[in-house]
């Protein structure tokens, strides 16, 4: 049994889907019903679960819309859903809490693909086809991967002390030169800066002061004529004598002495060893240097100081481990020749699986209607990981891309033809109409593939083919209702004669006769003991 199926789903408010809600079995489950009845609204539903960004479904979209499919991994259920908000945004969760889209699609990467028309995530996806080549050949990359990952441990390790021999020597002598730059300026403490410049202008602010009252001093009792107190002294000489001027004599000369007394004390204020030129020249010079320290070292001298213990212990550390970082870096150079002869390993085995799974691939093109076409899987890289499917659909046409050369039929049916070969019981695999526009034998063909891949993986297809219905284990029909002039459909599993009055319904239209449904019986019993044929031989 598949270890990841998906077990319910179910859609509300989605265009004219009202209700619907299918439990699908494993193996291979087929889902019908008349054009425009909404099967591929079904698919839009399953894609808006999965985290799809509901383009597609857009114009479907209701204020009471809701999704949710329920798969089962291992016995372990996963409940995936989406829910319109009253202002048309979709809420989306996961085992019923809230989640993020992103969430929901990495996720159900891992349990599903959904193979549309012109819709093909595995063959665009590269790494998903390397694992296709690597699965179908055996390819075992673990050791590979191992040293990748010791590669990548130790270049972190390399890296966390500065890279390389000749980067970390650079940044040894660099640290060095921060340390020598550091010790030099012989900081005594984180606030030697703001005292030193508070000293400085207190030494500026005397010095300036002194030299202020020096000036002052000459101006008024100079050697000179010039001196303001020697010209008041001779004005006062040249004053008339006579009784009259007496009393301003006196008081002119009174003034005089005080003036001289005044002076006299103001000349006591003056003291030229108050200050010393050199400090004040050496305070200048310190705070340039702190202030340089200050701003190469984190803008304070508290930052540069704690710089400088970091530097320290970086300077230590490189020293302490230069034996072990040369063992690193010959360790890089081992890792690197392993990862070379290992990656070259690698792309010969995956360039023989992909020649394997080329053959094999291309001996299921006739059973999936391409019997003219060819394909390939190239690998390229180092590792052979760069991997893609060149296509041409007929012969002597130049082989290109898949995705550019294929068809939407073509597409789907390669992605058929590479299920037989590669089916994965750990993924759910979804057909959308891969039988479009073949009919007859080809359309048998087709059935009979699904079937047998649903044998390894659980399978859902829609399809228009009776053919290919017949051959599924599980069948759902959608139905086109009018009611009232509504339109509304409604999804249920057939057994029994119902699903015998579909296929003949698939077979001759509305019209059902009597040989259309004797063909549909003789269909279902075909399928059955094919089934059957299967089962035992299994």
């Not at 108050?274 to 020249?281: G, I, K, P, Q």
């Not at 085995?349 to 899987?377: I, M, N, Y």
């Not at 590479?418 to 759910?428: G, I």
């Amino acid at each position: 049994m598949p270890k990841a199926q998906l077990v319910e789903l179910y859609a509300h408010g989605l265009g004219v889907i009202d209700d619907a809600h299918l439990e699908f079995g494993p193996g291979f489950n087929v889902i019908t019903g008349e054009t425009g009845a909404g099967k591929t609204l079904l698919l839009g539903a399953l894609g808006l679960c999965l985290g799809s960004d509901a383009s597609g479904a857009r114009y479907a979209l209701s204020s009471d819309t809701r999704a949710a499919a329920l798969f089962v991994r291992d016995g372990a259920e996963i409940l995936f859903s989406r829910e319109a908000s009253s202002s048309g945004r979709l809420r989306s969760s996961l085992n019923g809490a809230p989640s993020s889209v992103d969430s929901l699609r990495t996720l159900s990467e891992a349990l599903i693909v959904i193979h549309g028309q012109h819709d093909s995530l595995t063959l665009r996806n590269r790494s998903e086809m390397v694992r296709l080549i690597d699965e179908s050949g055996g390819v075992d990359t673990e050791e590979l991967e191992s040293v990748r990952e010791a590669l990548r441990a130790s270049l972190r390790v390399r890296d966390e002390f500065g890279g390389d021999h000749s980067s970390r020597q650079r940044e040894l002598e660099f640290v060095a030169f921060q340390l020598k730059e550091l010790d030099a300026a012989s900081i005594t403490s984180s606030n030697e800066l703001r005292v030193t410049l508070e000293e400085l202008t207190r030494l500026s602010s005397l010095r300036d002061g002194q030299a202020a009252l020096a000036d002052v001093l000459a101006l008024f009792d100079a050697e000179g004529d010039d001196a303001v107190l020697s010209q008041f002294a001779q004005a006062l000489r040249q004053l008339p004598s006579g009784d009259v001027y007496e009393a301003v004599r006196l008081a002119l000369s009174g003034a005089l002495i005080q003036a001289r007394e005044a002076l006299h004390e103001l000349a006591a204020l003056s003291d030229p060893e108050a200050f010393d030129e050199a400090v004040l020249l050496e305070l200048e010079e310190r705070a340039t240097t702190l202030q340089q320290i200050a701003r190469k070292y984190g803008g304070t001298l508290e930052a540069a100081l704690s710089q400088r213990v970091e530097l320290f212990a970086r300077e230590e550390r490189l020293t302490l481990e230069a034996d072990r970082l040369s063992h690193v870096d010959q360790e890089i150079l081992d890792l690197k020749e392993r990862e070379v002869a290992l990656s070259r390993r690698a792309r010969h085995d995956r360039e023989l699986a992909a020649t394997k799974l080329t053959k094999a691939v291309q001996g299921q093109l006739a059973r999936v209607a391409l019997e003219h076409a060819s394909l390939r899987f190239v690998v390229d890289g180092d590792d052979g990981s760069n991997a893609q499917i060149l296509f041409t659909p007929n012969p002597g046409l130049p082989e290109g891309p898949l995705a550019t050369l294929a068809s939407g039929g073509e597409l789907s049916r390669v992605l058929l033809a590479l299920s037989l070969e590669t089916a994965h019981e750990d993924l759910v695999a979804v057909f959308d109409e891969v039988d479009a526009g073949l009919s007859g034998q080809v359309a048998q063909q087709i059935g009979e593939c699904l079937a047998e891949v649903g044998r390894q993986q659980q399978v859902l297809a829609v399809t228009h083919l009776a053919s290919v219905a017949a051959r599924a284990d599980q069948h759902f029909v959608i139905e086109k209702l009018i009611d009232h002039g509504v339109t509304r459909t409604m999804v249920r599993a057939l057994e029994g004669e119902d699903r015998v009055k579909e296929i003949a319904r698939m077979l001759a239209g509305d019209d059902v006769t009597t040989e259309s449904s004797a063909l549909a019986r003789q269909l279902l019993e075909s399928s059955s003991v094919e089934r059957a044929e299967a089962d035992f031989s299994r």
